[in-house]
Antibody, heavy 122, light 109 residues
Framework: EVQLLESGGGLVQPGGSLRLSCAAS????????MGWVRQAPGKGLEYVSSFGHTVINTYYAGSVKGRFTISRDNSQNTLYLQMNSLRAEDTAVYFC???????????????WGQGTLVTVSS | SYVLTQPPSVSVAPGKTARITCAGN??????VHWYQQRPGQAPALVVF???DRPSGIPERFSGSNTGNTATLTISRVEAGDEADYYCQVWDITSDSLYVFGTGTKVTVL
């Protein structure tokens, strides 16, 4: 059974940093693409970051590029999101998700974690 | 940037059929995926690659995609289907690789 468990959320001041973790189990993590999606309170889903066509390439939404860094530790089956220079608008529940590829060569999220809340406020 | 537009809400009586649309420019040329998010829960995949269902998703959930509109159809609606539903496409030209629709709240009357 695929399981994704996020941690590391909390309250942080504007301009501060936070690192989210996502512990994965139930599948071959090292060969899987992974990503982060967030949801601001009462709002819809927003893509944040992901590994690309391979487990080396990384991609970011324009709203977080240059501030957030996605990384992974395959020995620990763990995905990370380092968030720097946080802003009030980064306040959201952050979901870790496993990426799957279609036969047509595009991508979607087939499994999701329960999420961790990040609140950016003074 | 690619935009996906969904109706904010759809209301349906139990046992009837709910149809949720997802409009995008020439969306029929892309693969569309659908997620269900029950209140207080994480999203869950219900349809992928336009029409396929993950293991465990009932046949009541079906998808179609043509022209400028993709549709998620829920047949014989049950109270447990009350949730937010999001469509999603992958677009390499977008600022956001994974583009989500605006979301539709399905209310079971």
């Amino acid at each position: 059974e695929v399981q994704l468990l996020e941690s590391g959320g909390g309250l942080v001041q504007p301009g501060g940093s936070l690192r989210l973790s996502c512990a994965a189990s139930g599948f071959t993590f090292s060969s899987s693409l992974m990503g982060w999606v967030r949801q601001a309170p009462g709002k819809g889903l927003e893509y944040v970051s992901s590994f690309g066509h391979t487990v080396i390439n990384t991609y970011y939404a324009g709203s977080v590029k240059g501030r957030f860094t996605i990384s992974r530790d395959n020995s620990q089956n763990t995905l990370y999101l380092q968030m720097n220079s946080l802003r009030a608008e980064d306040t959201a529940v952050y979901f870790c998700a496993k990426v799957e590829r279609t036969n047509g060569g595009d991508y979607f999220f087939d499994f999701w974690g329960q999420g961790t809340l990040v609140t950016v406020s003074s | 940037s690619y935009v996906l537009t969904q109706p904010p809400s759809v209301s349906v009586a139990p046992g009837k059929t709910a149809r949720i649309t997802c409009a995008g420019n020439n969306i029929g040329s892309k693969s569309v995926h659908w997620y269900q998010q029950r209140p207080g829960q994480a999203p869950a995949l219900v349809v992928f690659y336009d029409t396929d269902r993950p293991s465990g998703i009932p046949e009541r959930f079906s998808g179609s995609n043509t022209g400028n509109t993709a549709t998620l159809t829920i047949s014989r609606v049950e109270a447990g289907d009350e949730a937010d539903y999001y469509c999603q496409v992958w677009d390499i030209t977008s600022d956001s690789l994974y583009v989500f629709g605006t979301g539709t709240k399905v209310t079971v009357l």
